[in-house]
């Protein structure tokens, strides 16, 4: 059995959680939920159903310092739905600017973690994260994100805009499973919580207001274990995300507003 006393066992852990001991085998993410808008003085409105899926893998590291260690490499793609039917949307019709706009779908690629290691680089041991109550294993992780948004010019530091959000993530995870020998994943089930600005596709500029997506998901056994709307895109419009990275992937992470800022430049 995995000891999370020692920094190893919290390792193989944290990878199994995530993805996979065995090098270069790619795991299935899923997701599904709904994004909301805020407002001051309006109720809450649901604005889009949610659709999303990651294919990662793993690779093990080695370091003088640091000790064993690995890293995992992702693409993702999450499709926004109409709340009512379901249905992928093309276009969008904005309630407050009753404008038509095209809908751009989350197409991340990459989504790299940076490396994990048994110790940190003062030589620290990796400390245990999860929390083991019955037969369960629980892991929650708050990132607070604040940094210059892509979209907001050069000036944030004098005039504001930057990017400021963040993202929750909660792992679950049969104990068994999780901490025996003989098993390479978790299986795990997560939820995700992500309090955002506006997406830039909806166009909304500087009017006040944030989004508040909530979904949640499991690992699942491989691309054909996706709803039909997320293999339907994969097969028409994204065949990249039916394959993980390379380990070896340098590139920097893409998020929602450095492919936006792309994509508004090459419209220009």
């Not at 299935?28 to 805020?38: I, L, N, P, T």
């Not at 790299?112 to 892991?139: T, Y």
């Not at 039916?242 to 450095?258: C, E, G, I, M, V």
Request: with cysteine.
């Amino acid at each position: 059995m995995i000891d999370l006393d020692q920094p190893l066992g919290v390792l193989t852990a944290l990878r199994k959680l995530h993805g996979s001991t065995v090098d270069a085998k790619p795991v299935v993410v899923h997701w599904s939920g709904h994004a909301w808008a805020r407002r001051e003085g309006e109720p809450d409105r649901l604005l889009f159903k949610v659709e999303g899926m990651n294919i990662r893998q793993c690779a093990t590291l080695a370091d003088p310092l640091r000790g064993a260690g690995f890293r995992l490499v992702s693409r993702e793609l999450m499709l926004y739905l109409d709340p009512v039917t379901g249905v992928p949307l093309k276009t969008w019709h904005n309630p407050w600017t009753q404008a038509d706009v095209p809908v751009m779908p989350v197409a991340n690629d990459p989504v790299n973690l940076p490396p994990f290691h048994e110790r940190d680089a003062r030589g620290q041991p990796l400390r245990c994260p999860l929390r083991v109550q019955g037969e369960r294993v629980f892991a929650a992780s708050e990132i607070p994100l604040f940094y210059p948004n892509p979209l907001g010019g050069d000036y944030q530091e004098y005039v504001g805009n930057q990017y400021h959000a963040m993202e929750i993530f909660d792992f679950v995870a049969d104990r068994n499973t999780l901490l025996r020998d003989d098993t390479d994943t978790a299986d795990a089930a997560l939820a995700w919580v992500r309090i955002a600005p506006w997406l830039p596709f909806m166009r909304m500029g500087s009017r006040p207001g944030l989004m508040v997506f909530n979904a949640m998901g499991q690992t699942v056994p491989g691309i054909d274990a996706l709803p039909p709307v997320l293999r339907e895109a994969i097969a028409m419009d994204f065949p990249a995300y039916a394959q993980p990275p390379a380990l070896d992937d340098a590139r920097p992470n893409a998020t929602s507003w450095t492919v936006a800022r792309q994509l508004i430049d090459a419209q220009r």
